[in-house]
T-cell receptor, first 114, second 115 residues
Framework: QQQVKQSPQSLIVQKGGISIINCAYENTAFDYFPWYQQFPGKGPALLIAIRPDVSEKKEGRFTISFNKSAKQFSLHIMDSQPGDSATYFCAASALTGGGNKLTFGTGTQLKVEL | GAGVSQSPSNKVTEKGKDVELRCDPISGHTALYWYRQSLGQGLEFLIYFQGNSAPDKSGLPSDRFSAERTGGSVSTLTIQRTQQEDSAVYLC?????????????FGPGTRLTVL
């Protein structure tokens, strides 16, 4: 059972454009929602994370929007750059009794073209 | 400082052989996680260790998979009688402790190919 659904599978954006990746979850016990960025041959690295007590979090060009009632969250990359080309994973975990085990989406391959 | 390291970076084995994958977490991190990344399927949780507590093995796909963590530091993931479906990248992550919203730092992974 896939508990975190991610879309799109791949995305091509022009330099300077906005990249949007969407995720939906099923488990209402999830209380931590990080986004990870992965470059080829490297392990994932935390990009930005949000807790469900806020609806939006912004760090530089990266913003997470969170809709608790819809059980959805999304990553927006403003002014996308070629260096942002990577695979992005959304994830979710439940700290209470969950040990922060991450459940990941299937990933989005982002390509930012000049 | 040093990040999470994993060895070997690549492992090619024959079906039916046993393999051992090693993870060195960041010093001082009490929580250690193993994940598996299969093509097109994202990352899948396998097992996690927290200090001296019994590990959470709920993600291990079969009894051919086992892991241990010695001295609260280095961890070894063992796959016995490997099958072709075990081919994947095995990632290790560590965090300061799991009881808070602490970042999990991932290693570069071990790419396992079972022929």
């Amino acid at each position: 059972q896939q508990q975190v659904k991610q879309s799109p599978q791949s995305l091509i954006v022009q330099k300077g454009g906005i990249s949007i990746i969407n995720c939906a979850y099923e488990n209402t016990a999830f209380d931590y929602f990080p986004w990870y960025q992965q470059f080829p041959g490297k392990g994932p690295a935390l990009l930005i994370a949000i807790r469900p007590d806020v609806s939006e979090k912004k760090e530089g060009r990266f913003t997470i929007s969170f809709n608790k009632s819809a059980k959805q969250f999304s990553l927006h990359i403003m002014d996308s750059q070629p260096g942002d080309s990577a695979t992005y994973f959304c994830a979710a975990s439940a700290l209470t009794g969950g040990g922060n085990k991450l459940t990941f989406g299937t990933g989005t391959q982002l390509k930012v073209e000049l | 400082g040093a990040g999470v390291s994993q060895s070997p970076s690549n492992k090619v084995t024959e079906k039916g052989k046993d393999v051992e994958l090693r993870c060195d977490p960041i010093s001082g991190h009490t929580a250690l996680y193993w994940y598996r990344q299969s093509l097109g399927q994202g990352l899948e949780f396998l097992i996690y260790f927290q200090g001296n507590s019994a590990p959470d093995k709920s993600g291990l796909p079969s009894d051919r998979f086992s892991a241990e963590r010695t001295g609260g530091s280095v961890s070894t993931l063992t796959i016995q009688r490997t099958q072709q479906e075990d081919s994947a990248v095995y990632l290790c992550a560590s965090s300061l402790r799991p009881s808070s919203y602490n970042e999990q730092f991932f290693g570069p992974g071990t790419r396992l190919t079972v022929l």
